[in-house]
C-alpha cells in the first residue's frame, strides 16, 4: 500500500518538498542538498525547497557536468543569467513606457 505525502504549502502558496524527495527528483543525495544549502546556492524553508531551489540544483549540477564548472562558478553563471534576465524584462517595460 501506498502512502500518500502531505502537501506543505510556504506562506506565499508554493507548494515545498523535502531534501529527500527533492534528491530523488534530481538524482542526488541528500547530503549534496545539504551542502547547496550552506554553501548558499539554494535558500530552503527550514528542511523544505521550493521547486525554484529544486531546478536550481538540476541547472548547477549540469553546469557542473557539461562544463567542469566548480559549485561557485555555477552558481555565479545561473546568479548573472537571472540578473540578465531581470534587466531585459525592465529594458522591455520601458520601451513599452514610450
Known amino acids: 500500500m501506498s502512502q500518500i505525502s502531505p502537501v506543505v504549502v510556504s506562506v506565499e502558496g508554493e507548494s515545498l518538498i523535502s531534501f529527500e524527495q527533492a534528491a530523488t527528483v534530481t538524482q542526488t543525495s541528500v547530503?549534496?542538498?545539504?551542502?547547496?544549502?550552506s554553501l548558499g546556492l539554494i535558500e530552503p524553508?527550514?528542511?523544505m525547497l521550493r521547486s525554484q531551489d529544486v531546478t536550481r540544483i538540476v541547472q548547477i549540477i549540469?553546469?557542473?557536468?557539461d562544463l567542469g564548472l566548480?559549485?561557485?562558478?555555477?552558481?555565479m553563471v545561473?546568479?548573472?543569467a537571472?540578473?540578465?534576465a531581470q534587466l531585459?524584462?525592465?529594458v522591455e517595460a520601458l520601451r513599452k513606457e514610450k
Open 31 to 37: 547530503t549534496i542538498i545539504e551542502r547547496f544549502s
Open 62 to 65: 549540469r553546469l557542473r557536468q
Open 70 to 75: 566548480n559549485l561557485i562558478g555555477a552558481a
Open 88 to 90: 531585459k524584462s525592465q
Open 82 to 84: 537571472q540578473e540578465i
Open 78 to 80: 545561473l546568479d548573472m
Open 45 to 47: 524553508e527550514g528542511e
